[in-house]
Structures are given as structure tokens and as C-alpha cells.
């Protein structure tokens, strides 16, 4: 079973933007609400962003006007765009996809974002 594939992150210092990747199977990506999530070390896993297959965004109240969740079905891609970046976005950032249709759940492997101040 295909799951998802993240890249983007790195070292930034506050301020500073990235921009993380989620590469999705086909199988999934059309039917499925994408979100981000982020973990910081000794936190518990928290959800960042999600968009919904039409395009309808949500944010976590700390991430508006922040961060930017968007997709594209035909590359199969979705993206987090983060600006204005504080240290205290210091996490492992996980792309997940659930399908509206089938219930089927995938992670990808986590990327690093690491802002120092």
C-alpha cells in the first residue's frame, strides 16, 4: 500500500519561509480531505491545516495568516506553504490523506522543519 511522500523541510531561521511537499497516490488523492499535522518533541500530534477535495481550507488558529494549505489533484500533490516562521514551529511535519469515500488512511514518513531564533 502506497502511502505519502513528504519533502521540504530544513533549517530556517525565524522569519523565514518553506514550503513542504506531499506527494499522494492516485488511488487516494482525488476523494481524499488532506491535512497537515506536526509533532514537536514531548508535544502530542496536532493538526495543522486541512483542504478538503473541492479546495475548502481549515487552519489552526496559530497558523492563520501563516500558513497556506493548497493542492493539486492532477500532480497529485499537496503543498504547505509557512511564512513567517517562529521557533516554536519546530516540529516533525506529516502529510495525511483520508478518502471520503473508502476510509482509507495514509501517513507519510514526517520532515524535520527546524527555526531557530
Known amino acids: 500500500q502506497a502511502q505519502l511522500v513528504e519533502s521540504g523541510g530544513g533549517l530556517v531561521q525565524a522569519g523565514g519561509s518553506l514550503r513542504l511537499s506531499c506527494e499522494a497516490p492516485?488511488?487516494?488523492?482525488?476523494?481524499?480531505?488532506m491535512r497537515w499535522y506536526r509533532q514537536a518533541p514531548g508535544k502530542q500530534r496536532e493538526l495543522v491545516a486541512s483542504?478538503?477535495?473541492?479546495?475548502?481550507?481549515s487552519y489552526q488558529d496559530a497558523m492563520k495568516g501563516r500558513f497556506t494549505i493548497s493542492r493539486d489533484n492532477v500532480k497529485k500533490m499537496v503543498y504547505l506553504q509557512m511564512n513567517s516562521l517562529k521557533p516554536e514551529d519546530t516540529a516533525v511535519y506529516y502529510c495525511?490523506?483520508?478518502?471520503?469515500?473508502?476510509?482509507?488512511?495514509?501517513w507519510g514518513q514526517g520532515t524535520q522543519v527546524t527555526v531557530s531564533s
Open positions: 483542504i478538503t477535495p473541492r479546495g475548502i481550507t
Open positions: 495525511n490523506a483520508k478518502s471520503l469515500m473508502s476510509g482509507d488512511e495514509r
Open positions: 492516485a488511488i487516494i488523492i482525488f476523494s481524499a480531505n
